[in-house]
Structure formats: C-alpha cells, structure tokens
Nanobody, 117 residues
Framework: QVQLVESGGGLVQAGGSLRLSCVAS????????LGWYRQVSGNQRELVAS???????KYADSVKGRFTVSRDNAKNTIHLQMNDLKPEDTSVYYC???????????WGEGTQVTVSS
C-alpha cells in the first residue's frame, strides 16, 4: 500500500512563490506517473503538472512558464515549484500517483494554496 503525504501549501501574495512536496511511502516499481492536481469545482480536479518515471513532464497551459515539476526517484518524492502565483491558482492541491499500464491510482489528502491579490 502506498501513501502520499503533501507539504508546502500556505498563503502567499500574488506574484509570490511556493514549493509543494509530496513523499510516497512504500516501493514504487515500473511504469508510474507522479502528478499534482487541483480542485476546480465540486469534486472535479484538473491536472497541474506531472512527471513520469523516466522524467517526461506535462503541464496545464495555465501554469506553463510559471510552475516547474520535478521528482527524486531515490526518495519517491515529487516537487512543484510555483512562481508568479496568481489568485486563480488558489485551490487545494493534491498529489497523485498512477502505477502500471492500467494504472492503479493513489491520492494524497491535499494541501491548501491561497494566493491573495
């Protein structure tokens, strides 16, 4: 069983920066993707950024050029460096792990990011 624990959320002024981290407990083998999602409405979550086991990255258009995702496979950790934050980035950010070709999905509990104008 894998558990994901996020950290690094908080309150920041527009234009500021935050760095989110997520540590996956347990062993992760083979095909996998670590990613960050955020709540958009109701129970909907949108992809913010993700990175595969072999370091391919994907970003939402709204964060390209401002956010950078990275992972440390030795530590089963993913980071999200968020720069030039905007009020519309305010949300709960969730760490997600997809494992396998027909992926099994794990979610973290979420961390709140609030950007004031």
């Amino acid at each position: 069983q894998v558990q994901l624990v996020e950290s690094g959320g908080g309150l920041v002024q527009a234009g500021g920066s935050l760095r989110l981290s997520c540590v996956a407990s347990g062993s992760i083998y083979g095909l996998n993707v670590l990613g960050w999602y955020r709540q958009v409405s109701g129970n909907q979550r949108e992809l913010v950024a993700s990175v595969t086991h072999d370091s391919s990255t994907k970003y939402a258009d709204s964060v390209k050029g401002r956010f950078t995702v990275s992972r440390d496979n030795a530590k089963n950790t993913i980071h999200l460096q968020m720069n030039d934050l905007k009020p519309e980035d305010t949300s709960v950010y969730y760490c997600r792990l997809d494992v396998g070709r027909y992926p099994y999905v794990y979610w973290g509990e979420g961390t709140q990011v609030t950007v004031s104008s």
